[in-house]
């Protein structure tokens, strides 16, 4: 199997597979990433298998490279008209040739998500007692979402291809940890009060991360 080492100013060496491709992550006083590799090869072969499977959902779901992943299911592209997405139907009407039509297609995405996200922030953030500050849509290489110690939420632009339920997921799960920082036991039993399937939500989210990856580096819109 193929992989990529890079050495960092860390304490301990890890193993990553955030972007589909094995990264071992060495201290810069590492020398051999072997006897890591070694140690650790039924977990690499166990997330690699993980990780196909994943990939294999991209064909099952009908993806192509050709057609665009909006809210868990393709659109097929017309490159005629004016830009227009039929969110209730199945066609996008795009130029992929025209800058400018790419580029509005883009917004109309980043609109209809914040759209989706922002009344999802909005409520959870009632129900946690917490307040947030602004709320960006970004491109983000590792995360979903993220939130700052300013209280501002930034969400990963590859949330447009997500099925809806998965995007206020995600939200609850980001807006929850203006409270409370880390995965303790308080964090998800509060998760399970909202989604008492997280743990489903959690493995969808795993495998939409690779199949959206794939996805990303196939899209005609370059969507990441």
Not at 132 to 157: E, M, V, Y
Request: aromatic share 12%; with cysteine.
């Amino acid at each position: 199997m193929p992989y990529r080492v890079v050495r960092r100013e860390v304490k301990y060496p890890r193993l990553e597979f955030k972007t589909g491709e094995l990264l071992a992550v060495l201290p810069k006083s590492w020398k051999d990433e072997a006897p890591l590799l070694e140690k650790k090869i039924e977990w690499i072969s166990r997330k690699y298998e993980e990780i196909q499977r994943a990939l294999d959902g991209f064909k099952a779901l009908g993806g192509n490279g050709r057609d665009l992943l909006v809210f868990g299911k393709f659109f097929r592209i017309r490159e005629n008209g004016a830009v227009k997405i039929d969110f209730g139907g199945t066609t996008v009407e795009c130029n992929l040739k025209e800058r400018r039509q790419v580029k509005r297609l883009r917004t109309i995405l980043k609109e209809r998500l914040l759209s989706e996200v922002e009344p999802a922030a909005l409520e959870y953030s009632q129900k946690f007692g917490v307040n947030f500050n602004r709320i960006f849509i970004r491109k983000q290489r590792t995360k979903w979402a993220s939130c700052s110690a300013k209280g501002n939420l930034s969400f990963n632009f590859l949330l447009a291809c997500l099925p809806k339920d998965l995007i206020r997921y995600i939200v609850c799960h980001e807006v929850l940890h203006l409270k409370r920082k880390s995965h303790d036991g308080n964090f998800w039993e509060q998760i399970g009060r909202e989604f008492e399937n997280y743990r489903e939500m959690e493995k969808k989210l795993f495998e939409y991360w690779f199949l959206v990856q794939e996805y990303s580096r196939l899209s005609p819109l370059k969507i990441s």
